[in-house]
Every structure is written in structure tokens, then in C-alpha cells.
């Protein structure tokens, strides 16, 4: 810059007798001299603008907006303390203090990070080959932007380091380890979070972060069973460069060029042997891609697989694939499993104790397919037993878990706080279904459909709904048995009979409860489902009048699980809905399977608002089928409270079926010959008429705790929950 500015100036001195008239030596010396200067400012200043910024200049996440390079260099005795390895026996009630969290309005936890500094040993050697990388950097601008960042130490609920140990290759253990313990409030690592992504390093590759770190909390990158600290921990994915540099369109999901894809170019000889051997098998239905070995090595590189001589470039070839192998390598965790999600491909994880990523608030179920090593010869065999429609599915999900959690260093770091704020609130926690249901397949209407939080009602107590017809021995039976329970508030039975008269006031059994008898003008199923004014109470028990096997036990669990759950359809036996491949439409499955989609209201839990809005918003004509065909109601519900909710019901105690010994063929209407071919009809008339299918399939249910195990029955809440 000096030389340029003399450049100028001689040039200028040069030619100035020609162009100006010639003035006293020293005006012309001030004028040169001022000319100079303005030069030289705009050089700088254009320089400063459009030069290139580097990792180091762009680090300004504190807010003094400080660069890496002003930061204060701190250097690390030889003696400093190393803080211990790092307590496997950590818990969030052992390790964390959450009384600094305390309480506050917004349920928010708040994170201050740490000034930056440069750490180095005696000799001025630092403690990191790289520094601080543009994905640490990312991460800490990511919080310091976020609501969860505090720039006042005395209210942080949580502390993050400005050390960055994303890659332990890059780091010095012992020195960062004493980095760590410099800090002003370690406090052996109470309430401080680390982030790592690329643990361990030859020749054993530890599956979580080797620096010692006391009860630092952990949100790494390849977690396995033995290292990671269940409700502890987090477990977070090994972030892709190629989500900053390449954007893939979403693709709709549905069938692919290829069937399966596998695009890692470092897996073990035997894994790619067995691969290979399933290529050989399947054909052109499976691609196995390797590094190109005609290319020079560099980023370009990077993002090219080829086949036989046959260039692809990725990741952009994962969206032709329908099913993308990721296999373990020297390390758990994957950078390909990111590129995968991406493309909207149905990632295969084989790896064996790997904790997948956000497990802890992710259903992994509903995106991926996770198959054990030893059953990779079995792959093809496996996903091909997946329904096409399931597949989709997936796809879809795999692609919305990448947008929310994946894409960038800002994603992973925001799941990462959430889900310790989750920890520490959670009575304000995310729920599952905000968790992993997809904002574009939410219905507007999805929410608590009581417009109210989801807190044990005020009014005790249950409302049982008893619809009968004429079968009086039975029904003095179940009301004789439902008496027997404790929160029993009101009994109403509804008699659906025109033609014959209930009995009289002293032959009905005598209970402690009001006991109410309405009589309907038609014989409708749906009339179980009226909003009587008689029912005060928020929770509704709908029970049939041959129901005679439940037990008290049963029927109170029933009740207290649904105050834990009043928005959901609380029930006994599940029922399952299925796609029938060959005919092309839903069926109604009654055997015993471990999921459940449904739960027959013949002995169900519900809130009474969906009375109403059974009564008076039902879609079309599923009110009247269900009348027409004396059948259905309890589906009719479940479609009901699926698609107002967005949630499953819940199945609880272990039995599957309602076992009455003294119906006979006649008098039950569920053994009708045409009604499980009539249930099936309605799940496909109910389907059409929602305009989607909003039963939703769990495999879960709700037992009493201690009901099985060997204790004295004194000891037990709920001991009689029956059988089968």
C-alpha cells in the first residue's frame, strides 16, 4: 500500500506544471499529501469490504462482537487440574442442578456462553490444531440469536464453552481437558453442555468424547449403549457439510429408479463382500456405489460415487433410491445418514448399539428402518415386506426430519437446547406428536380439543353410560359390578328399547351413586353417544350391558390413566386397521397384534365434549350408516377423536377380548356372521368420507406398575386387573 501511495504521488508531481498552475512548494506538499491520504483510506476500506472473511474474522457471536483473534490468549500450567473421566451413573436429578433453572413464565431455560479465548500449554502451543471451526461458530451464533441465550452469568441455567471439541481429532485431550477446568464456573461440570461429533481416534475409535469432562452434559455424535447416559446425554447427528454447499429439491415421495442404494465408500471389506453378494442376487434393483478411483482427489471429488466406470454425483443421486444403506464405519455415527435424510430416502441403519440421533424425542419408526448387522444378507428380503404406502410414508418423514433437526449447525443446536428444556419443564415439555408430526399433515383443527391445558379435570369422579335393550339379568350385573368402583360419580343408563318398559324403580339394584334411566324415542346405536344433561362430570364411561367381566381394579385404572390423558379414547380391548394389498382397501383386524389403532367402546373413557361433537359434527353420513346398519359406532369414534386430536388411543391392562358366557349367538350382535365384513366397510365408507385416514397405529399399553410382579397384594394398587 506504501509503494502505491508513492506510485501516485509521483505520477500526480510528475505532471502537475502541465495541468495546474504552479503554487508555493508547501501548499503543493499539503495538497499531495491530503490526496494521499483520501487514497489510501478508500483503498482500505474496499479492501476490508470485499476481501474474503475467514473462519477466525466471521466469529462475532458474542455480543461485544469480538474476533477470534482479539480474544485474550490464556496459557495452561503444566500442573493444572484435569477434571475426572466423566461419571457414567450421571442422571439429570444427580448431575444437574435445576434449581438454578428456577421458575419463570416462559418455561425457558437460559444458556450463556463463555467468552472466547485462546487457550495454549507453557510453550504457546495451542490446544487446537483448527481453532474455532465455521461449524462451531455457526453453532454459537445460532444460540446467542436464539431466546435461550443470556449475556448475565447470574441467571444462566445452563453454561456452553467457547472451546470447540467438535472434532476430537483436532484436539490436544490433556490440554483441553484443563481448558475445561480453567473455566470460571466448571464446577466439575455441573450444568455445562459440550458439543462433539467426531469422537474417539485410532485404533479404537471410543464412541463418546475421550477429553475428560466431569458431569458435563454430552450432546455427541455416535453414541452407543454402553457409553451413552440414558436422560442425560443427548445424542445428536454428525452434521454434513453438504447441507450448506448443496440443496436438494424435495422430491414427492413414491417408487424410485432403485430399490436400494448404497453410497458409502469406507465400510469394512465384509459388509461391501455382502452387498456385493446382494447385488448379485437382486440386479439392477440395488446400486452399490464406490469412491472414483479416476478422479483426483479434492472437494470435487467428494461429491461424485461411481459404478463400473459410471460417474453419479451425490448426494444427488440418493433421491433415485427408494432405500439408502447407512452402515457403520470407524466411527457409529454417520455424516451419510444427514446426506440420506435429504433426499427424502428411507434410510437402513445397520449398526449395532448405535443411539440414533434425538432419539430421546424422535420416532425413528416412522422414518427409517433399523435392521441388526448380522441380518444383512436378509436386507432385501426385509424392506421388501414394507407396504407401499408405508414406504411413502417414510420418505416423507425422513425428508421433514432432516428440515427440522438436520439441516444445519442452527437445527441441531436448537433440538439439543429443547430437549434439555423439556427436561427441566416438563409440565410445558413438546409432545410427541409436536415432536414428529409434520406442520403440513397437522390439521388446523389439531390441538387439545377441550381448549384447555391438559390437567386432571375439576369435577371428580366418572359418569358411566350404560346402553342396553332388553337383557335386564346382565345389565343388573355390570351395574352391580361398575357400583364397585371408587370414583364412580353417576350412573345413566340408557334403555333403547320403544316396545318394552324398564323395570321398576325396586327391582334395579341399590348403589351408593345416582342411578338415572332415560329412554330413548328410536332404537339408534348412536344414542350411547348423546350429550345427555345428565351427565355433570368431564369423564364418560360407555359400557355395554353385557360387559360383566370387567373388574373394579380395571375400571379404576381406566379412569386414572384417562386423567392423565383427557384427551384421548381410553379402552380395553384394541383393535387394529390394515391395508389389504391384494384388494385395495382398509380391513378390520380383531386377533391379537402387538399394535393398536383402535379401542372398542363397548368399555371406553372419553371426554364428554366429544359427545357433541359425535352428535353434531360428525363428516356426511357416517351418523346415519352407523344407525342404518347397527354397527360401527365405536369406530365412528375413534375416526372422531383421531382426527380431532391427531392421537391415538390408549389400551390399557393385558385383555384383549370381551368374554361374556352367557351371550349367546343371539343376543350378541358382535358374532353376527356379516359383522366383521361390515366393520371392515366402515373403516373404508369412514375413510372416504374424512377425506384421509386419521387412525393413528401405537404399539403401547398402560399397565398399573407392581400388578405382575411378586409382591403382597397390600402392596399393590390395583391387584385384580384380570386376564386375557
Given amino acids: 500500500m506504501v509503494r502505491l501511495s508513492m506510485c501516485a504521488s509521483g505520477k500526480y508531481s510528475s505532471r502537475g506544471p502541465a495541468l495546474i498552475p504552479r503554487m508555493k512548494t508547501k501548499h503543493r506538499i499539503y495538497y499531495i499529501t491530503l490526496f494521499s491520504v483520501v487514497l489510501l483510506g478508500l483503498i482500505a476500506t474496499g479492501m476490508f469490504q470485499f476481501w474474503p472473511h475467514s473462519i477466525e474474522s466471521t466469529a462475532d457471536w458474542g455480543l461485544d462482537r469480538r474476533s477470534v483473534h482479539d480474544a485474550p490468549l490464556v496459557r495452561l500450567p503444566i500442573s493444572n487440574p484435569i477434571p475426572e473421566r466423566g461419571d457414567l451413573s450421571c442422571r439429570m436429578h444427580t448431575c444437574f442442578d435445576v434449581y438454578r433453572c428456577g421458575y419463570n413464565p416462559k418455561n425457558r431455560i437460559k444458556v450463556y456462553i463463555y467468552p472466547l479465548q485462546r487457550f495454549v500449554d507453557e510453550v504457546g502451543v495451542p490446544i487446537s490444531s483448527t481453532g474455532l471451526s465455521r461449524e462451531y461458530n455457526d453453532l454459537l451464533s445460532a444460540i446467542s440469536d436464539s431466546e435461550f441465550y443470556t449475556d448475565d452469568v447470574t441467571r444462566a441455567c445452563l453454561f456452553v464453552p467457547s472451546i470447540d471439541v467438535l472434532n476430537q481429532n483436532s484436539l490436544r485431550i490433556r490440554e483441553t481437558a484443563q481448558a475445561l477446568a480453567m473455566l470460571p464456573r466448571w464446577d466439575k461440570g455441573m450444568n455445562h453442555l459440550l458439543f462433539n461429533m467426531l469422537p474417539g481416534g485410532p485404533p479404537d475409535y471410543n464412541t463418546a468424547l475421550d477429553v475428560p469432562r466431569d458431569r458435563a452434559l454430552l450432546a455427541g455424535g455416535g453414541f452407543s449403549t454402553w457409553t451413552y447416559r440414558q436422560g442425560y446425554d443427548i445424542s445428536i447427528p454428525v452434521y454434513s457439510p453438504l447441507s450448506a454447499d448443496v440443496e436438494l429439491p424435495e422430491r414427492q415421495p413414491g417408487p424410485r429408479r432403485y430399490f436400494i442404494l448404497s453410497s458409502q465408500t469406507a465400510i469394512h471389506r465384509e459388509y461391501r463382500a455382502e452387498l456385493e453378494r446382494l447385488k448379485e442376487e437382486n440386479g439392477e434393483a440395488l446400486l452399490l456405489l464406490d469412491k472414483c478411483s479416476n478422479l483426483s482427489q479434492g472437494a470435487a471429488s467428494a461429491r461424485k460415487r461411481c459404478y463400473k466406470g459410471q460417474v453419479f454425483d451425490y448426494p444427488q443421486i440418493l433421491q433415485e433410491s427408494s432405500f439408502c444403506v447407512v452402515l457403520r464405519g470407524a466411527r457409529l455415527g454417520q455424516a451419510t445418514l444427514s446426506d440420506v435424510l435429504q433426499a427424502g430416502c428411507v434410510p437402513v441403519i445397520l449398526a449395532d448399539s448405535y443411539i440414533l440421533p434425538f432419539s430421546e424425542v424422535l420416532d425413528w419408526k416412522r422414518a427409517s428402518v433399523v435392521i441388526p448387522e448380522e441380518k444383512l444378507p436378509e436386507m432385501y428380503t426385509i424392506l421388501k415386506s414394507i407396504p407401499h404406502r408405508q414406504v411413502e410414508e417414510m420418505q416423507r418423514q425422513a425428508r421433514w426430519f432432516w428440515d427440522a433437526y438436520f439441516s444445519s449447525m442452527k437445527a ?98 341399590k348403589i351408593a351413586v345416582p342411578l338415572k334411566v332415560v329412554r330413548t324415542k328410536e332404537n339408534k346405536l348412536s344414542n350411547r353417544f348423546f350429550p345427555y344433561d345428565e351427565i355433570e362430570t368431564e369423564a364418560v364411561l360407555a359400557i355395554d350391558d353385557d360387559i360383566i367381566m370387567l373388574t373394579s381394579d380395571e375400571l379404576q385404572f381406566g379412569y386414572e390413566v384417562w386423567r392423565e390423558l383427557p384427551d384421548r379414547l381410553v379402552g380395553y380391548p384394541g383393535r387394529l386397521h390394515l391395508w389389504d394389498h391384494e384388494m385395495g382397501k382398509w380391513k378390520y383386524e380383531s386377533e391379537w397384534t402387538n399394535e393398536v389403532s383402535m379401542v372398542l367402546t363397548g368399555a371406553a373413557f372419553y371426554h364428554k365434549y366429544f359427545n357433541y361433537l359425535y352428535t353434531y359434527k360428525m363428516p356426511g353420513d357416517i351418523k346415519n350408516w352407523v344407525d342404518a346398519h347397527m354397527n360401527c359406532e365405536d369406530i365412528a369414534m375413534n375416526f372422531l377423536v383421531a382426527n380431532i386430536t391427531g392421537k391415538a388411543p390408549i389400551k390399557v391392562t393385558p385383555r384383549k377380548k370381551f368374554k361374556c358366557p352367557e351371550c349367546t349367538a343371539i343376543d350378541g350382535l358382535s358374532l353376527d356372521q356379516t359383522h366383521m365384513v361390515e366393520r371392515s366397510e366402515c373403516i373404508n365408507k369412514f375413510a372416504s368420507v374424512f377425506g384421509t385416514m386419521p387412525l393413528k397405529v401405537v404399539e403401547h399399553r398402560a399397565d398399573p406398575v407392581l400388578y405382575k410382579d411378586d409382591f403382597p397384594e397390600k402392596l399393590k394398587s390395583f391387584p385384580n386387573i384380570g386376564s386375557l
Fill in 412 to 509: 441441531i443446536g436448537m433440538t439439543t437446547l429443547q430437549i434439555i428444556n423439556d427436561r427441566i419443564y416438563p409440565y410445558a415439555a413438546r409432545t410427541y406428536e409436536q415432536w414428529n408430526n409434520p406442520p403440513l399433515v397437522k390439521w388446523s383443527s389439531v390441538n387439545s380439543p377441550l381448549f384447555l391445558p391438559l390437567i386432571p379435570p375439576r369435577s371428580p369422579g366418572f359418569t358411566a353410560v350404560v346402553l342396553t335393550y332388553d337383557r335386564i339379568e346382565s345389565l343388573f350385573r355390570v351395574i352391580t359390578e361398575i357400583s364397585k368402583v371408587p370414583s364412580l360419580a353417576k350412573l345413566l343408563v340408557v334403555w333403547n328399547n320403544q316396545n318394552k318398559s324398564p323395570p321398576e324403580d325396586s327391582l334395579w339394584p
